[in-house]
C-alpha cells in the first residue's frame, strides 16, 4: 500500500522559505506516468494545486504562484520536496502531498504551516 | 483556466438523496472525479472517471456527467457522509488538477 508523508517546519516567518518534504513508501517514485504534487488547503478554504513533478524531473507549477514555487525529487531516497519563497500570512495552509495521474489516487496526512513571526 | 463551479452547501434529511452539481464549460467532454473530505483527515476518492467507484466506497455513491454538469449522487445518506465534497477535472493544456470550490454537505 502506497503512503506519502510530508515533514517540514509547521511555523515559518513572513518572507521567508517554506520547506517541506514528502517521503514515499511501498512504492518507488520512478515510476512511469505519476506525477507527484502539492496540494494546499487554507483554513475553511478548498483545495489548491501548487504544482507537479515527473520523476524525470519535469515540473509543472501553479501559474499564481510559479515565480516563488520549486519541487524537486530525490529518487534515491523516494522523496519530492517542496520550497515556497517569500512567504506570507495569506500561504498559512495545511499541505498535501500526493500522487497524481488526472487522478489524485493518494494523498499524504497534510501538515499544517503557519506564517507568523 | 478552467473553472469548475460548486453550491457552497447541500442540506438532506438522513434516508434521503442527496446531488451535489459541479459545473463547468462543457465538462460533459472531460472525465470528472469526486473526494470527500472530513475535518482534519485528506481527501479521499470516492467516484473517479465520472461514474467508477473505488474499492470500499459504498455502492450509495454514484456520478454522472453530461453537458455543463457532473453530478455526485448520494442514496440513503446517513450521518457519517457529512463532510466536503470536492469535484476535479485534469487540465490537459498544462497538464495539473483543477478543483471546485467544494459543497459541504449538511444532514440534517
Known amino acids: 500500500q502506497l503512503q506519502l508523508q510530508e515533514s517540514g517546519p509547521g511555523l515559518v516567518k513572513p518572507s521567508e522559505t517554506l520547506s517541506l518534504t514528502c517521503t514515499v513508501s511501498g512504492g518507488s517514485i520512478s515510476s512511469s506516468s505519476y506525477y507527484w504534487g502539492w496540494i494546499r488547503q487554507p483554513p475553511g478554504k478548498g483545495l489548491e494545486w501548487i504544482g507537479s513533478i515527473y520523476y524525470s524531473g519535469s515540473t509543472y507549477y501553479n501559474p499564481s504562484l510559479k515565480s516563488r514555487v520549486t519541487i524537486s525529487v530525490d529518487t534515491s531516497k523516494n522523496q519530492f520536496s517542496l520550497k515556497l519563497s517569500s512567504v506570507t500570512a495569506a500561504d498559512t495552509a495545511v499541505y498535501y502531498c500526493a500522487r497524481v495521474k488526472r487522478i489524485v489516487d493518494y494523498w499524504g496526512q497534510g501538515t499544517l504551516v503557519t506564517v507568523s513571526s | 483556466s478552467y473553472v469548475l463551479t460548486q453550491p457552497p452547501s447541500v442540506s438532506v434529511a438522513p434516508g434521503k438523496t442527496a446531488r451535489i452539481t459541479c459545473g463547468g464549460n462543457n465538462i460533459g467532454s472531460k472525465s470528472v472525479h469526486w473526494y470527500q473530505q472530513k475535518p482534519g483527515q485528506a481527501p479521499v476518492l470516492v467516484i473517479y472517471?465520472?461514474?467508477d467507484r473505488p474499492s470500499g466506497i459504498p455502492e450509495r455513491f454514484s456520478g454522472s456527467n453530461s453537458g455543463n454538469t457532473a453530478t455526485l449522487t448520494i442514496s440513503r445518506v446517513e450521518a457519517g457522509d457529512e463532510a466536503d465534497y470536492y469535484c476535479?477535472?485534469?487540465?490537459?493544456?498544462?497538464?495539473?488538477?483543477?478543483f471546485g470550490g467544494g459543497t459541504k454537505l449538511i444532514v440534517l
Open positions: 476535479q477535472v485534469w487540465d490537459s493544456s498544462s497538464d495539473h488538477p483543477v
Open positions: 472517471y465520472d461514474s
